[in-house]
């Protein structure tokens, strides 16, 4: 495996951790900074996920392919993609 904070002059973490892309803040804090999962920072990011366009965009194109119905936009936020509920 390489060692990557030795070969990058400054660690990408602070990248990672904006919350511009919260799926990649997520990710960054559950994978790499190794944060439980009732942490609130993990917790406030993967509420965002939902909240963010790109998620409500994507999921709101699939439920109009699957229906042909358009949803509105606090439908498809309070839709588990895995429960439908």
């Known amino acids: ?26 990710f960054a804090l559950r994978d790499i900074l190794d944060r439980s999962k009732d942490d609130a920072e993990l917790v406030a990011a993967k509420h965002a996920i939902r909240e963010s366009k790109l998620s409500r965009d994507y999921w709101g194109n699939r439920i109009r392919k699957a229906t042909g119905k358009t949803q509105q936009a606090h439908t498809i936020q309070n839709t588990s993609p895995r429960t439908g509920k």
């Open 1 to 26: 495996m390489l060692d990557w904070p030795r070969i990058l002059k400054e660690s990408p973490i602070d990248g990672l951790l904006e919350e511009t892309n919260p799926s990649v803040r997520y």
